[in-house]
Each structure stands twice: as structure tokens, then as C-alpha cells.
């Protein structure tokens, strides 16, 4: 279970990369969630997470994971977050914000929720 919770943090670099086929038994992962869900880690002492770097340079993790059938798999995982100077100070500025609105007395999760709203531009 701890090993879905982490990878549900991840983001698929890209959604063409999906359905994904096992070449051996042909089982179907039509998801990132499906391809995590529905394959094994490795080994119980293993991962299965390796760092890399695209064409442009930018960090992606590789994941290995095995098909029920025996077979490793294999997909690409990256985070979609613009690092602009501009979009660090906005998550330095909503790391700021978060702990004043806990502070008056909203929980965290609705907190988030409320400071990801205004910077949709969805809220005043």
C-alpha cells in the first residue's frame, strides 16, 4: 500500500505512452494507475525507480515494474511543474500562505484547496 501512495505522487510524462502492452502475455494496462496497480515491484528490496534525464535535460524516473506473467515493464514518470523563476516564487509565496490559513482555522486540505482556487484565478 505505501508503495501506491508513493507512486501516486508521480505524473506521467505522457498520456500517449498508454494503453502499454506486455510484449509476453499481452495483458493490457490501459493507465498509469492500471500499469502501477497491476504489476509487481522487482524485488521486495528494490524499488524498481531510477533517475534519468530527457532530451531536454529535465529529470524524469524510470520505473521498473514486473508483469503478473514474469516480464519487467518499463515507463517513464516526471513532474510537469514549470520551474520559471515566476512559478518558484508562487509555490514559495503558497508554502507561506498555507500555514496562515491553517493558523485562522481552516484544515490543511481545505486550505490547499482554497489557495490552489485563487491561483487558477477561480477565487478573489
Known amino acids: 500500500m505505501q ?11 505522457a498520456e500517449a505512452a ?4 506486455c510484449a509476453c502475455c499481452g495483458r493490457v ?13 522487482m524485488r521486495q528490496d528494490v ?3 531510477k533517475q534519468s534525464f530527457d532530451d531536454n535535460n529535465v529529470a524524469i524516473v524510470e520505473v521498473y ?11 517513464f514518470f516526471s513532474d510537469r511543474r514549470d520551474t520559471s523563476e515566476a512559478s518558484r516564487q508562487r509555490r ?3 508554502e507561506q500562505l498555507l500555514p496562515l490559513l491553517q493558523e485562522k482555522g481552516m484544515d ?3 486550505a490547499r484547496a482554497y489557495l490552489l482556487e485563487v491561483v487558477r484565478g477561480r477565487l478573489p
Open 3 to 13: 508503495e501506491q501512495l508513493f507512486f501516486a505522487g508521480l505524473r506521467a510524462l
Open 18 to 21: 498508454f494503453p502499454k502492452h
Open 29 to 41: 494496462f490501459a493507465t498509469a494507475d492500471e500499469f502501477i496497480g497491476q504489476t509487481q515491484s
Open 47 to 49: 524499488s524498481g525507480l
Open 65 to 75: 515494474r514486473n508483469c503478473l506473467c514474469g516480464s519487467t515493464l518499463m515507463d
Open 92 to 94: 514559495r509565496l503558497f
Open 108 to 110: 490543511r486540505t481545505a
